[in-house]
């Protein structure tokens, strides 16, 4: 539970000017919980982008789960299927905007949901009717 609240927290004061894994910066890190909330934040953005988000929800279940003394359930399994929503979402967000975005390190869709969209966009571009192959984006 204090993971996902910790992750929620450094992905909340992300700032695109702290050292980190895709930003060479000098100086101290404003995320709230410095270097560490850095790179992970940055690590998770620059991976899945917002989307990675929906990670946080599942951890925080098996975390509430552990703390009333049931088990955390199929934590691996709630965690591959919320990865898979993640980058879905991703792949989504860069069909609609695959363009680089100040602020975040991969994009609105991450580096996995933007080579998701471009062989989307590969597949598509073997459709030969654009009134077929637009409409499927």
Do not use: C, F, K
């Amino acid at each position: 539970l204090v993971l996902s609240i910790a992750m929620a927290v450094a992905l909340i004061t992300h700032s695109s000017t702290d050292p980190s894994w895709s930003t060479a910066a000098g100086g101290p890190a404003l995320n709230w919980l410095g270097s560490p909330g850095a790179y992970a934040s940055d690590l998770l953005l620059l991976l899945l982008g917002p989307g990675g988000a929906v990670l946080l929800p599942v951890v925080a279940l098996a975390g509430i789960r552990l703390l009333g003394g049931q088990p955390g359930g199929r934590l691996g399994r709630a965690l591959l299927v919320a990865t898979a929503g993640a980058w879905l979402i991703g792949m989504a967000a860069g069909l609609l905007a695959g363009s680089a975005v100040s602020g975040l390190p991969g994009g609105w869709g991450g580096v996995l949901g933007l080579a998701g969209a471009s062989g989307w966009n590969a597949l598509l571009g073997l459709i030969p009717e654009p009134a077929i192959a637009g409409p499927s984006r």
